[in-house]
């Protein structure tokens, strides 16, 4: 394919992409339209790696029909081998956009740099001289830097601790995150200018949060699911076939329950589980004996088969999914949208609109 016929194939493709979005309604400003008709995302995804049980080898200009079309459809795309980077589904990036809602002139920090796609749409949107965005990868932020450049975009990028934010670029009028918090750090706080606003995702919703002049925050959360990988990841365990094989043959005392582990994949009451037991891992399905585990960070473990569950540490695990489950369930089933974060010093705190539930938040971001 000629450098002519593959930018023409990549700009109708990209198109086509943005008309869909479009329609969806995932893209209703202007001004984010026309930064995702200007900017392309081939540039920033080189190469994606199919992922399942039947991996195909990487996909990248050799096969140029494949690879943009994978670029220009409205999924998240794996651009690393052990699937540690990824390109955000535009879509999602689109909602998060919109709702971040900035005015001409404003200062924008990204979170995450990633591939660089998304702090470029923040320089076609606002100016490169007023995005700043921060990872903490060096090799993404390097890689970003030489794709934004060939695109004529020089934002300020940073290599550090994003949780920390940006401190030499604040104060800023909007702060996006394209990594998962516990809670909003402070120091995103103390980095926002009056009237700011953050978006970021928070038990995976995506928080719309508002401060006022003493830095008291009201917000909302988007209706949608958002699944972003944790700004600071646990670290899986350094022998996870030992950690498993100890799980499996342990003794605990087994009791029935109605729910296995596809409740992990219900997107609707994943939030308020991740409300109501952070840090709670789905470990792994064996194949052999179709048991699930589940773990978490303080040690405790549930090991479920054939209607049962067994569990061991500090704490029930599954006693807590279970009435997370039950009281959503009585709730009719609650959307994101119904749920506000407000955040006032340190307390951060999530209710639901019309009762009195409250969760707080964690104190560690």
């Excluded at 992409?17 to 081939?42: C, I, K, L, Y």
Aim: proline content about 7%; overall charge negative.
């Amino acid at each position: 394919m000629s450098g002519d016929l593959w930018e023409s194939t990549a700009a109708k493709l990209r198109s086509q992409m943005v008309d869909e979005m479009v329609s969806d309604g995932a893209v209703t400003d202007q001004p984010w339209r026309a930064a995702f008709n200007a900017v392309p995302r081939h540039v920033f995804v080189p190469v994606f790696y199919r992922q399942g049980p039947d991996a195909q080898p990487a996909v990248d200009e050799t096969s140029p029909n494949e690879w943009l079309e994978g670029v220009y459809s409205n999924q998240l795309l794996v651009v690393s081998p052990d699937a540690k980077s990824s390109s955000t589904v535009p879509s999602l990036m689109a909602t998060m956009l919109e709702a971040l809602d900035p005015a001409d002139g404003n200062r924008a920090l990204e979170i995450g740099t990633g591939t660089g796609y998304n702090a470029a749409l923040l320089c076609h949107r606002l100016g490169d001289t007023n995005v700043v965005s921060v990872d903490i990868a060096a090799d993404l932020v390097n890689a970003a830097r030489e794709r934004l450049a060939s695109l004529g975009y020089q934002p300020t990028l940073g290599i550090g601790d994003g949780g920390n934010g940006w401190v030499g670029g604040a104060l800023y009028d909007r702060i996006i995150a394209t990594c998962a918090p516990n809670r909003i750090p402070q120091a995103w706080i103390e980095q926002t200018r009056a009237g700011g606003r953050i978006v970021s995702p928070i038990a995976t919703g995506v928080a719309v949060v508002d401060f006022d002049d003493n830095r008291h925050g009201t917000g909302h959360f988007l209706p949608g699911a958002a699944f972003f990988m944790s700004l600071r990841p646990d670290p899986r365990p350094a022998d996870l076939g030992s950690q498993i094989a100890d799980i499996t043959s342990a003794i605990a005392t087994a009791r029935p329950t109605e729910l296995d582990e596809t409740v992990w994949f219900d997107g609707g009451f994943r939030f308020v589980q991740a409300l109501e037991l952070p840090g709670l891992r789905f470990l792994t399905k064996l194949s052999d004996t179709a048991t699930a585990i589940f773990t978490h960070p303080d040690g405790s473990w549930a090991r479920i088969e054939k209607g049962s569950v067994a569990q061991a540490g500090p704490q029930r695990i599954w006693d807590t999914v279970e009435a997370a489950h039950q009281r959503w369930d009585d709730l009719g089933r609650p959307s994101r949208d119904r749920f506000r974060l407000d955040i006032d010093g340190d307390l951060q705190t999530v209710s639901l609109a019309g009762t009195d539930l409250t969760w707080h938040l964690p104190a560690v971001p």
